[in-house]
């Protein structure tokens, strides 16, 4: 496999060998949550400039086809949430500084989520560089892993220094924060979020990475991905990211083996034994969930506290449009932005019912491209994946907010809808060495 700065990889491949290859020096220095957005836009604009050029590109430059749905809805969906941002700031009249303030955090944010797919499926990337440079940068995490374990150990301070890049603006000082570890405030255990801005958040990393190390051809270079992102998981102590690691996986290769009649028959019985058992599984999941809650008791208070208020003020006060921003909340929530910790609710308070149905609507088509995807190949399973990782992390997460991070998994599903890749069956292991 060559490396990052090898000419062998086209010029897309080798911006994103590198941002992957830089994370922690971009995150000592602040600039991780910068160079995010700015490799979308790049891609983007790449990608345009494709389309514009493609009978004087060669070949193997050139678009694939036409948009697929899947990417059309997320350009659409996404153009509108910057429309209805522009109206909800008009409703509630926060003035021309606060719209292109926030007009920046749509660039950073909601714009990317269609700006990578359409990259992934746009330009020349394939799925085989990106695993490498995730397994590339997981050798790095390995590295430093014994530095942040005894950081607490040796009394290091948690939190290092604040990037001074912070001054260009962004959505706080914690985005642009070094901190070498955490303490939960109420267990007391010692938690890790290495490059991301909040431990949980790191926990959507490790997931993504895991899935794309699966695609590794070389054996060394595959465990040192599966290695890292399970430590990753475990550190981070992210309920979401062990659950989705356990259920994500198998539900897309699930998906993806539908298209075999001997599926069905082996799924017959256990449909079958899951009406019998139906009570008892009703309870089991009951259960399940209140153990989860019951994890960290204060923290799902919390998140309950802020959807129940988000909704509330959003069916009472700014039902289409939303607020427009974000608002502190009260001290019953710890004084947390209201909606955020979820991205549905985040949308109801801030973009109203027309917010949650420009997000939704993509979201929906591309589980399903995805799911069809994954019946024809390994790479659409791959991509189902990624698709299923964002819809659940929808629940816990404010994906926009976080994209600039988890940016492989929507090159990913771009990738995935080729109509090469879409078309190609492939029963043989990906990680086969």
């Known amino acids: 496999m060559p490396t990052p700065l090898d000419p062998r990889l086209s010029a897309p491949e080798q911006l994103i060998a590198w941002t992957l290859g830089a994370t922690y020096v971009l995150w000592l220095v602040g600039g991780l949550y910068f160079v995010g957005p700015a490799l979308g ?14 009978p004087a590109l060669p070949p193997e430059q050139r678009p694939p086809g036409p948009l697929p749905l899947a990417v059309t ?64 940068l997981a050798r790095q995490t390995l ?40 303490s939960d405030p109420e267990t007391g255990t010692v938690r890790w979020q290495f490059f991301a801005p909040w431990a949980p958040a790191a926990g959507i990393v ?40 356990a259920v994500i996986i198998p539900l897309a290769m699930l998906i993806g083996k539908l298209r075999r009649p001997g599926t069905i028959f082996a799924l017959a019985p256990v449909v079958m034994l899951g009406g019998w058992f139906a009570p008892q599984l009703l309870e089991l999941a009951t259960w399940s969930q209140d153990a989860f809650a019951g994890a960290r008791a204060s923290s799902s208070r919390v998140r309950a506290a802020l959807g129940r208020i988000a909704v509330q003020r959003w069916e009472h006060e700014a039902y289409w449009f939303g607020h427009g921003i974000v608002e502190r909340g009260p001290h019953l929530v710890e004084y947390m932005p209201i909606g955020s910790h979820h991205t549905w609710y985040g949308l109801l308070y801030v973009k109203g019912l027309t917010g949650v149905i420009a997000l939704a609507v993509p979201m929906a088509w591309t589980l399903i491209a995805t799911g069809a995807a994954a019946m024809r190949g390994k790479i659409g399973e791959l991509g189902l994946a990624m698709a299923l990782t964002y819809l659940f992390y929808s629940f816990g997460e404010n994906l926009e907010v976080l994209t600039y991070l988890a940016w492989p998994a929507l090159i990913a599903i771009g990738i995935a809808l080729k ?14 060495s």
């Not at 109509?419 to 069956?425: F, L, Q, R, T």
């Open 206 to 245: 490790a997931v993504i990475h895991f899935l794309l190390a699966r695609f590794e051809t070389n054996t060394a270079w595959r465990w040192t991905g599966y290695v890292a992102s399970v430590l990753f998981a475990l550190l981070t102590a992210s309920r979401m990211a062990l659950i989705a690691l």
């Open 419 to 432: 109509p090469a890749v879409a078309a190609s069956v492939d029963e043989a292991e990906p990680a086969a």
């Open 41 to 54: 836009w790049v891609l983007g604009w790449q990608s345009v400039r494709a389309y514009f050029l493609a």
């Open 143 to 182: 590295i430093l892993l014994p530095f942040f374990l005894l950081a607490p150990v040796l009394h290091l301070p948690a939190k290092l220094w604040v990037s001074p890049l912070t001054a260009l603006g962004g959505a706080g000082d914690v985005f642009f924060t070094v901190i070498l570890y955490t």
């Open 73 to 136: 809805a997320w350009l659409i969906g996404m153009a509108a949430m910057l429309v209805i941002l522009l109206i909800g700031h008009a409703n509630y009249e926060l003035g021309s500084a606060q719209t292109l303030k926030s007009a920046a955090g749509w660039a950073k944010g909601w714009a990317l989520i269609a700006l990578f797919p359409l990259a992934g499926y746009v330009l020349p990337i394939r799925i085989e560089v990106l695993a490498r440079a995730v397994c590339r």
